[in-house]
């Protein structure tokens, strides 16, 4: 979004105005008051990967938040906030708007709670799948079930081209910046066949633990035995994963390993979205607002 961008009507006590540097502690704060888990340092990079719209009302006080982040002829859209107080007068309404409208002529998804669903119904956006998210905090190394006996190896930087190549095999549009982000924050694990990377998990910090995500591999036996790499190398305390709620052999394990779901998102597409042909599958988010 370009910062020269005029503020926008929204409403009589209210105006949208692109987002800057200076608003992430306001949307910090807006999350913690909606119980999200996002820490200071998850909002800051959240904004510096992407571009947002802030409702503010005739005092100036930040109201409400979006952020959207753009992949080549994609986008998603997350972190859409009003404050509680405001909630049901039109502003989430007036950020989506302007989300879409910054997006252009992008294909979008996001991943709706189920207070949003018939707003980005009326939007455009269409229902075409769900997300689980698995989460429990541990206060000793968790009990993993038995995985399938699967060649997995720590990702070197060597590796970090494959790892985006894979990711934008199975998301359908490249995020090397997105990704290479992500592993200087974290690490990751890789399967190879053929001897060439096939697949890999990522464990980095968010929120109040730790979260697993990109996961994408060849088949879920696969998937699964990333996931538990990840899992070993977790430190103690919360622990999240976010999976395609059709990956019920993971979710499966991920329940047995004392991860249950504790929370369920509509996956929702605006436009055409990339055909993704047969190859990696993305088992796993690198979090709700990226897909």
């Known amino acids: 979004m370009s910062n020269d961008l005029h503020v926008r009507p929204a409403g009589a006590e209210t105006a949208l105005r692109p987002m800057h540097a200076g608003d992430v502690a306001a949307m910090h704060q807006l999350s913690r008051q909606m119980s999200w888990p996002h820490r200071l340092e998850d909002c800051r990079q959240l904004f510096e990967l992407g571009a947002g719209s802030v409702a503010v009302d005739a005092a100036g006080l930040t109201i409400g938040v979006g952020l959207r982040w753009s992949f080549g002829g994609v986008g998603t859209i997350g972190l859409v906030l009003v404050a509680p107080d405001r909630q049901g007068s039109g502003i989430g309404r007036a950020l989506m708007t302007a989300l879409i409208a910054d997006s252009g002529s992008r294909a979008l998804m996001l991943n709706a709670t189920a207070e949003g669903l018939g707003l980005y ?34 990702a070197v930087p060597a590796d970090h081209a494959a790892l985006c190549a894979l ?123 990226w897909g």
């Open 167 to 289: 990711d934008a095999a199975s998301f359908g549009a490249d995020r090397s910046v997105l990704i290479d982000r992500l592993l200087a924050n974290g690490e990751a694990w890789l399967v190879e066949r053929a001897g060439r990377p096939a697949g890999f998990a990522m464990l980095r910090p968010f929120g109040r633990g730790t979260i697993i995500g990109p996961i994408v591999a060849p088949d879920e036996h696969e998937a699964i035995a990333l996931v538990a790499c990840a899992a070993r190398a977790a430190p103690i305390g919360v622990l999240r994963v976010d999976i395609d709620a059709e990956a019920e052999g993971l979710a499966a394990w991920l329940t047995a390993a004392g991860l249950p779901a504790i929370d369920t998102a509509t996956i929702m597409l605006r436009g055409r979205w990339p055909e993704i042909r047969r190859g990696p599958r993305r088992f796993g988010l690198a979090l709700q607002a």
């Open 121 to 154: 119904k009326t939007l455009g956006f269409v229902a075409t799948g769900s997300v689980r998210q698995h989460q429990a905090r541990f206060d000793e190394a968790p009990a993993l079930p038995h995985v399938a006996d699967v060649a997995v190896r720590r």
